[in-house]
């Protein structure tokens, strides 16, 4: 015994609809998935800058800190 046509018609409308649903999470996933690699690659590139800055401001340190030993020693021999 065969559905009638109005069930197979709904069927057919429910799987194209299904269907439609699929594809949109599947370009939903590939967009977030993108996006995702974007985030992570810029993660990477500001924590390795953050890495260059400190070292750079920890340089900067040392160096302010050495000039203020020279001074005081002149200060103290002068």
């Given at each position: 015994?065969?559905?009638?046509?109005?069930?197979?018609?709904?069927?057919?409308?429910?799987?194209?609809a299904l269907?439609?649903?699929?594809?949109?999470?599947?370009?939903?996933?590939r967009?977030?998935?993108?996006?995702?690699?974007?985030?992570?690659?810029?993660?990477?590139q500001?924590?390795?800058?953050r890495?260059?800055l400190?070292?750079?401001?920890?340089?900067?340190r040392?160096?302010?800190?050495?000039?203020?030993?020279r001074?005081?020693?002149l200060?103290?021999?002068g």
């Amino acid at each position: 015994m065969s559905a009638p046509d109005s069930v197979k018609s709904d069927s057919k409308q429910e799987l194209a609809a299904l269907g439609e649903q699929v594809d949109r999470l599947l370009d939903a996933v590939r967009r977030l998935s993108e996006e995702n690699r974007s985030l992570r690659h810029s993660q990477e590139q500001l924590a390795s800058e953050r890495a260059g800055l400190m070292a750079r401001n920890e340089q900067a340190r040392s160096r302010v800190e050495a000039m203020i030993q020279r001074l005081k020693a002149l200060e103290n021999n002068g």
